[in-house]
């Protein structure tokens, strides 16, 4: 069956070898195309491919459909869960391990066979019970980030389950304040700094287990000595928590909160690459940008001049500006610096 490469979607095998226009061999015959194999195709200027039938094409999305389906269930019982852990250190200044445990364990080895983290994101794209939405971003981009850095498994688990629990500490902040739709005052603000003090004390009468206490309580320092409570700089703030504090700024950046519009994801990339110069441990930092932006490839936009879009590919020199086939046109935002992704859709 011969489609152009624009009508491919992940899944479609290759019938035959593929060639570009000089001869150079592209991928070879049996190719399961994913979307960096078709941006390869397009990069090298292939129009048309063969592909084996439609039938057994189809059977890849469905896959992925049941995939998603079952994060999906996972998330709103750790969502669920985490409020009840949450009201649970509210009222008794402690919490149950086994029972975060119990709900944060098969989430997390529900993400070990779903590699596209930024289809995952959109999934928590939800503006209600942000603490809690926030929380469970947090624990699973510190466990994908971490598992990019090479730690072990038990690692993993262990650091995205102390991504889980930063913010256990806001419990015992006034909801007032958390809530505030404006700017919050010295004071408020002061207060809300308390919730990384307040997590360090529950989560040592929950558990034993320094590191995760640590990183509540260190998430909130930076490099540079400008973070709190304790103006640590670089060589003071543990490892996990320098994880954990990548994870905490995109989600809360891509969030929707009672002060804040949420940022769309690539821009929030950029920024986040920025501070990587003196605020943020740049190892998570380049790990995280490294290893989310293939998966913008194959999504679908809406740019800044109106039109909708599919990203095609990033482009190496400006990877915060991709390619982007609009209206049957390839617009390259290195170029077209007049031109920005405003959003990202799922599918």
């Keep these: 069956m011969r489609v152009h490469v624009m009508d491919l979607k992940a899944g479609d095998f290759l019938r035959m070898d593929t060639f570009s226009s000089t001869g150079l061999h592209v991928l070879p015959k049996g190719s399961r195309l994913q979307s960096e194999e078709i941006a390869k195709l397009i990069q090298h200027g292939v129009d048309y491919v063969d592909i084996e039938d439609v039938r057994e094409a189809e059977a890849a999305p469905t896959s992925r459909s049941s995939i998603i389906q079952a994060v999906a269930a996972n998330f709103d019982n750790s969502i669920e869960g985490f409020e009840s852990v949450y009201m649970e250190a509210l009222t008794k200044g402690s919490f149950n391990q086994t029972v975060v445990d119990d709900i944060l364990q098969p989430t997390l080895l529900t993400l070990d066979k779903h590699k596209d983290v930024v289809s995952l994101l959109l999934l928590l794209d939800r503006d209600d019970n942000y603490t809690y939405n926030h929380s469970l971003q947090v624990g699973m981009l510190s466990y994908y980030i971490s598992s990019w850095l090479g730690y072990s498994k038990r690692e993993c688990y262990e650091i995205g389950r102390a991504g889980y629990l930063i913010d256990i500490g806001k419990c015992r902040i006034n909801p007032t304040i958390l809530n505030k739709p404006g700017k919050l005052t010295p004071e408020e603000y002061e207060e809300v700094k308390l919730h990384t003090i307040y997590g360090q004390e529950i989560i040592n009468n929950s558990m034993n287990d320094p590191f995760t206490a640590l990183v509540a309580l260190q998430h909130h320092e930076r490099e540079d000595g400008s973070g709190y409570p304790h103006n640590l700089t670089k060589s003071d703030i543990h490892p996990y928590a320098q994880i954990a504090a990548v994870a905490d700024i995109y989600s809360a950046m891509t969030s929707h909160r009672v002060y804040q519009s949420k940022q769309e994801l690539i821009s929030v990339m950029r920024e986040i690459n920025s501070l990587s110069f003196g605020k943020l441990n740049g190892r998570p930092v380049q790990a995280f940008i490294q290893?989310?932006?293939?998966?913008?490839?194959?999504?679908?936009?809406?740019?800044?001049?109106?039109?909708?879009?599919?990203?095609?590919?990033?482009?190496?020199?400006?990877?915060?500006?991709?390619?982007?086939?609009?209206?049957?046109?390839?617009?390259?935002?290195?170029?077209?610096?007049?031109?920005?992704?405003?959003?990202?859709?799922?599918?």
């Design 291 to 347: 290893h989310l932006m293939p998966n913008f490839i194959g999504k679908k936009v809406l740019l800044s001049t109106g039109d909708m879009g599919v990203i095609i590919m990033n482009n190496p020199l400006d990877v915060f500006r991709p390619l982007v086939q609009s209206e049957g046109k390839f617009l390259d935002l290195s170029r077209e610096r007049q031109i920005a992704v405003v959003e990202i859709y799922m599918e």
